[in-house]
């Protein structure tokens, strides 16, 4: 045998390997397109104005939770009945005090099931009601403000039977 007759198979598998990276990509694209991203809404802004004012959000958020102390008191809820939702807020200051708020429910994987809640802030605690019609994860997200500073919270409840 001589050295010219001997066969190589490494450029088919370069070339095969290029092939299946095209593959994998278009594969990726494709199957991306079924999936939209859904917009993670915990400032309860879109990503852009997030992104543009992240630094001041998060100066906001630090100046508020000095003042004050955000605490889930329950976690588990029931599908199919009105569930109250209470948070405990503690004022770590004298002169600080709640001036507005906004509370939703929201699934943690689609925007499709957010609900605005209705809530009430009486003595140190805020509290909601709550109708979940599907099992599972829920995310109850919050935004706080007092005079000068606004504090952002999510907190997960798990809806069952």
Not at 131 to 157: C, V
């Amino acid at each position: 045998m001589s050295k010219n007759s001997k066969k190589t198979f490494w450029p088919y598998g370069i070339v095969l390997s290029i092939i299946a990276c095209v593959i994998a990509c278009v594969a990726t694209i494709i199957i991306s397109l079924d999936y939209p991203v859904e917009m993670d809404n915990i400032y309860f802004q879109n990503k852009q104005k997030v992104d543009q004012n992240i630094n001041e959000i998060l100066a906001s958020q630090k100046e508020f939770d000095d003042k004050f102390g955000i605490k889930l008191l329950n976690d588990e809820i029931k599908i199919n009945a009105l569930n109250e939702i209470k948070i405990s807020i503690k004022n770590k200051t004298q002169n600080s005090k709640i001036t507005s708020y906004k509370a939703m429910m929201t699934r943690p994987e689609t925007n499709a099931f957010n609900v605005e809640l209705n809530a009430t802030l009486t003595d140190g605690f805020l509290t909601t009601k709550f109708n979940p019609s599907l099992i599972g994860r829920w995310q109850f997200m919050l935004q706080l403000q007092d005079e000068n500073a606004t504090g952002y919270y999510r907190f997960e409840l798990f809806a069952n039977e």
